[in-house]
């Protein structure tokens, strides 16, 4: 068997022979981009059975490590993720919760990567693009995964071009789309801090000149202004009502104080009355007229008792309104937030991946035009890779090299520019 028929058997062979064990996948530290799923329960010893947590129990919606290493979480709120086992992610949750909540046993915790962060494969394979990382991939596997070695025709230069304009287009549109996450991140950090004003990023500041910067500028200083102010006039409309209440309390008040005291002469009166009637000095009529002024009076006073209790209970709803209309402006504004920066991290992988095409289609297909059998006898692999600093490194490689989340394998053939695998190791 040749070596290209080796290597072919080998590619395609490789997804088939993932070495995927139990020990890998437990050693997989994750970082952005991961998605996982988290399960909560506990037992509840009075029941005997064991109970989820329905908070989350979000169905098939996954949590995403976000651009910083966080991830957001139901209660427990933003939650350091990556370098961590999915073990180790598992034990921080339940401690959180644990103390969270209160509980004197530990909580159960499960969480589980139902998406990994990608990796890029480029250069002469058969399919370039971005790919779902697996613990324990291998340089070769990557090359099988992409579809093995490239077979390219004559007629695919003019496709490579028009790949190469259409990349282009998509970077340029998702080159759009991060400015505007950017101006909305900022406003809404300017809300959720109660700023005064926006703090646009310097990415944005020195981008101000081009009309896609400045437009999403204006639009977000102009959402800003419109959501203070409403804010502000649904709040004043609400203290405007208490202090209309306050002044009616006080008018009561000053009603119920001066029925007090004609009541309390009444009364006063009703005794020197109820005096002379005993000695015969005057009549009985006058005495039942004045019975009747003060059981009027007495009904007035609970009237009016009954108003101020009202007017009472009507301004404590409106404080409890106030606090509900605030808390659910900055409770929308928290959910935003966290999708605006959950679309920016996709957003900063298809623009990476678009910029990889890109060089795929313009640097290196006019090189995979027309390959000979030998070209393919021995070829070289280069990986790219960013170091903890986000320093891009590239580095020769073997084939049974191992790669990690987010490089960026190239695969060059024997017939690629000699200055291009100068200096490199080349796999048999």
């Known amino acids: 068997m040749s070596n290209l028929t080796s290597a072919i058997v080998l590619c395609l062979s490789a997804p088939l022979l993932w070495p995927y064990s139990a020990e890998a996948a437990e050693s997989y530290t994750l970082g952005p981009g991961d998605h996982i799923q ?21 169905g098939s919606a996954d949590f995403v490590v976000g651009p910083d290493g966080r991830v957001s979480l139901p209660v427990l709120g933003n939650l350091d993720a990556a370098g961590k086992t999915t073990a180790e992610l598992e034990a921080a ?3 959180n919760l644990q103390a969270k909540a209160g509980l004197t046993v530990r909580p159960d915790a499960s969480v589980q990567i139902v998406r990994y962060r990608t990796f890029y494969v480029i250069g002469s394979v058969d399919k370039p693009g971005e790919y779902e990382y697996k613990p ?18 004559s007629d695919q230069q003019l496709g490579f071009e028009k790949e190469a304009l259409a990349s282009r287009g998509d970077l340029r549109v998702l080159s759009a789309a991060k400015i505007s996450l950017l101006a ?3 406003r809404l950090e300017a809300h959720v801090e109660d700023k005064p004003a926006i703090a646009f990023g310097a990415d944005l500041l020195a981008r ?27 709040t004043n409309a609400l203290e405007q ?25 009444m009364r006063k009166e009703q005794e020197l009355v109820g005096d002379l009637v005993t000695r015969g000095l005057t009549a009985a009529p006058r005495q039942l007229e004045l019975q009747q002024n003060a059981a009027q009076l007495e009904n007035n006073q609970t009237d009016i008792e009954v ?31 966290a999708e605006v920066r959950n679309r920016l991290a996709e ?52 084939e049974g090299d191992l790669i990690q989340p987010g490089d960026v394998v190239r695969v060059i053939p024997a017939s690629a520019d000699v200055s291009t695998s100068r200096g490199l190791r080349v796999a048999n």
């Open 241 to 265: 009502n208490k202090a209309y209440l306050r002044s009616e309390l006080v008018a009561l008040q000053q009603k119920s104080a001066t029925n007090e005291k004609a009541l309390a002469a």
């Open 38 to 58: 988290v399960r909560v329960s506990d037992f509840r010893a009075g029941t005997g059975e064991a109970y989820q947590w329905t908070v989350y129990q979000t």
């Open 136 to 153: 324990g991939l291998t340089v070769l596997q990557a090359l099988g995964v992409a579809g093995g070695l490239q077979r390219v025709t």
């Open 208 to 234: 101000s000149g081009e009309p896609d910067a400045a437009r999403a500028m204006k639009e977000e200083q102009l959402l800003f202004e419109a959501g203070r102010t409403s804010l502000a006039q649904q």
């Open 347 to 398: 957003t900063d992988e298809k623009i990476r991946t678009a910029r990889a095409l890109i060089e795929q289609a313009e640097l290196r297909a006019p090189t995979l035009v027309l390959p000979k059998a030998a070209s393919y006898e021995k070829l070289t692999y280069v990986l790219s890779r960013r170091d903890k600093d986000g320093k891009s490194e590239t580095f020769p490689a073997d």
């Open 93 to 95: 949750i339940a401690t």
């Open 184 to 186: 909305r991140q900022a």
């Open 307 to 337: 108003a101020i209790m009202r007017a009472n209970e009507d301004i404590a709803r409106l404080d409890r309104e106030i606090l509900d209309l605030r808390a659910k402006f900055r409770r929308d504004l928290l959910l935003e937030s």
